[in-house]
């Protein structure tokens, strides 16, 4: 019996013994007690309205005033209380409180509600089912973090509404109430390993904060003398290298980032020099002194010489750590008044940042090191942060661009294709234009990477009108009345005169206007979506058709359908990666299929590259479809020949057609 006992109150009680679970609870209650309570006043009311001609008025106007009062007060009462700190004494009390509030209150309104029962026709009857079982259910996940409260909820509120349902009388009202004892079952499961998880995570954070906290202050005094720089008093290498490996350790369990430092003065030489060591010293103990002036989240070290190691503790994002950088730099360019003389020195700084440039101390240490010395090299007197693929880039780019203002781009601008069929037919129906550049110098550049930085070299218009030149040259030698698709990028769509340049090359050219369609994509249309609408407008005058690339990856893209002359949508290759797996993907395919029919909108499936994908699209409708499963991107010569070959072209040789396009889906 005592066992019984005391499990009992292992269940109903707030223990005393966890001061940060308890502060943890009343914090998160602050944000879920007041939605709850929100949520009660907002269902009284309306059970009080639908029975305000039926019940008399101390049923409908009293009592619901009385109990919307004390939830409005509960309301505020906890907002209140998460605005302010809290000790762990007041989160106990105050969760005491809401163990008991969740019996009495929650048997005081499942007793009012029940009390309307009588009232009314069965349509008011479902109301009051309905009331007592969602309200229920609704407060007992608002009290998820206390698991005693949602407990003492189903045990005061629940089980009576429930027992009262099922012996209502009406077989509706049984299947109600047994539907609740269910429900309410199974969600308090779900909450008790909630609840649990929760206290687990708490005190596991506690455990960490307490541990990492004891050994930082373990010993700290004899480890202060131990590792202190005699000159400057700040701390030394060794003192720096082991508070890179503390930050470290901390900053991966608690998945935070930090940086990492070297500062070198620029200039200090010929001063140690001219006017003497004891002057150079005098002048690295005001350096240091300056630099521990910079802010109480900066760590800083002298590391030997002229070199000082400064380490940022605090999770900043690049630009906070660029501008900190050039803050101290700029703080070292002000001169020193020494005794006999003024010290005008600079510095040059480099860093590095966990966990992008490195995830162990010796390895941050040699990237900060190393862009120290290109800084020195390039840009002394600044700070740089270490970023390997930025200084990839910034290397790739400039040849990048240099190739582009130096290309023949009639000669080294060519286009693949990659053809379009019917999804139950496998016809080839038209085909997207992709461009490729083959520089003498880069050799094959990749899309991605020229596009780009013709965009920001200002090129792009050049590029684009070459493209689209050769494009409709080669696209008018294939048979049929094949469709052609040619991407634009924001820079296309974004002026009008280029715009019209566009047009003139597709009137003087031989290809059929209404057999080409523009390809733009949603971030081409977020610059200025009155401006997107007014080109989209001219390329429609010639005829052409517009498609929406990429549908369904951004945010925006139905308020496009609406608004911007589109003809046809390309559904992103994203929907297609699990689709054979993923009832959802393929809901949300057949989603936008069906938009597109309601919307007479033209649709195409990008990235088809299994015959299990095309299964599950062809069960969806009928549809246009692009991928490898059909065709790689060709060249111009071989996508002719995959034209001519192909059996739907009707040319004699059917083996060699059906060998190409077998040849091709294995591609």
């Given amino acids: 019996m005592l066992r019984k006992q005391t499990w009992l109150r292992s269940i109903f009680s707030v223990p005393n ?10 914090r998160t209650f602050s944000r879920q007690i007041p939605i709850m309570y929100c949520m009660v006043i907002v269902n009284t009311l309306a059970l009080a309205y639908s029975h305000h001609t039926l019940a008399p008025d101390w049923l409908t106007v009293h009592i619901p005033a009385v109990l919307i009062s004390i939830s409005a007060f509960r309301t505020y009462s906890y907002w209140h209380s998460g605005r302010q700190e809290i000790s762990a004494i007041q989160a106990c009390r105050q969760l005491r409180h809401t163990i008991i509030l969740a019996g009495v209150l929650g048997a005081v309104f499942s007793i009012w509600a029940l009390a309307l029962f009588s009232y009314g026709n069965a349509y008011t009857q479902g109301h009051v089912a309905f009331f007592s079982s969602v309200t229920c259910l609704g407060i007992m996940v608002c009290l998820m973090h206390l698991k005693a409260a949602a407990i003492v909820l189903a045990l005061t509120a629940v089980g009576p509404t429930a027992l009262f349902l099922l012996y209502a009388g009406h077989q509706e009202f049984r299947a109600v109430g047994l539907n609740l004892i269910i429900v309410a079952v199974a969600v308090l499961y779900v909450l008790s390993n909630h609840s649990r998880s929760f206290v687990d995570l708490i005190s596991n954070q506690s455990a960490l904060k307490k541990s990492a906290l004891e050994a930082y ?12 720089d005699s000159l400057t008093g700040l701390p030394n290498r060794r003192r720096f290298m082991a508070e890179l490996n503390f930050r470290l350790k901390v900053s991966k369990e608690k998945g935070e980032s930090f940086a990492v430092g070297i500062l070198d003065l620029d200039g200090f ?3 140690n020099d001219v006017y003497g060591h004891v002057a150079g010293d ?7 002194e300056r630099l521990s002036q910079i802010g109480s989240e900066v760590f800083v070290a002298r590391l030997g010489g002229d070199e000082f190691g400064i380490i940022f503790q605090g999770a900043l ?6 501008e900190l950088g050039d803050h101290i730099c700029g703080a070292v360019e002000v001169p020193f008044e020494l005794e006999s003389f003024t010290a005008n020195i600079g510095a040059t700084f480099g860093i590095s940042r966990f966990p992008d440039a490195g995830s162990t101390a010796k390895i941050l240490f040699e990237h900060s090191d190393y862009v120290l010395y290109v800084a020195k090299e390039r840009l002394r007197g ?8 930025h200084q990839a880039e910034i290397n790739e780019t400039t040849g990048i661009m240099r190739g582009l203002q130096e290309a023949d781009m009639d000669a080294e601008l060519s286009l693949n294709y990659q053809f379009v069929v019917d999804s139950q037919t496998g016809i080839p129906v038209g085909a997207e234009a992709l461009a490729r550049w083959t520089s003498p110098v880069l050799g094959m550049v990749s899309p991605s990477k020229f596009i780009k930085n013709a965009e920001k070299s200002g090129l792009i218009n050049q590029v684009t009108e070459t493209l689209l030149r050769k494009t409709l040259a080669e696209a008018s030698k294939w048979p049929g009345d094949l469709f052609i698709s040619f991407n634009l990028s924001a820079h296309d769509i974004g002026s009008s005169h280029h715009i019209n340049r566009l047009s003139e090359i597709v009137q003087n050219s031989n290809f059929p206007p209404e057999r080409l369609t523009f390809e733009i994509t949603e971030t081409a249309l977020l610059r200025d979506l009155s401006r997107a609408h007014d080109t989209l407008q001219l390329l429609k ?5 517009v498609a929406l690339d990429d549908f369904g990856t951004g945010y925006s893209s139905l308020s496009y359908v609406q608004n911007l002359p589109i003809d046809r949508l390309k559904i992103d290759r994203s929907f297609l990666h699990n689709i054979d797996q993923c009832r959802t993907s393929q809901a949300v395919v057949k989603a936008i299929l069906d938009l597109c029919e309601n919307l007479d909108l033209d649709c195409i499936v990008e990235g088809v590259e299994t015959e299990q994908q095309l299964k599950i699209l062809q069960g969806l409708g009928r549809m246009k479809i692009q991928g490898y499963l059909f065709s790689k991107p060709l060249p111009s010569s071989d996508a002719l020949t995959y034209l001519q070959l192909s059996p739907e072209a009707k040319f004699e040789n059917d083996a060699a057609a059906d060998e190409l396009v077998k040849q091709n889906r294995m591609r």
């Fill in 317 to 322: 994002s690049n630009t906070e750590i660029q």
């Fill in 269 to 271: 030489k010929p001063i």
């Fill in 282 to 288: 005098r002048l690295l103990v005001k350096v240091g």
């Fill in 217 to 228: 202050e373990l010993g700290k005094e004899n480890e202060r003398l131990a590792n202190k």
């Fill in 382 to 389: 600044q700070a740089i942060l270490f970023s390997e693929k």
């Fill in 541 to 545: 005058g010639l005829g052409s058709k």
């Fill in 17 to 26: 013994d966890n001061p940060d679970l308890a502060i943890a609870q009343i």
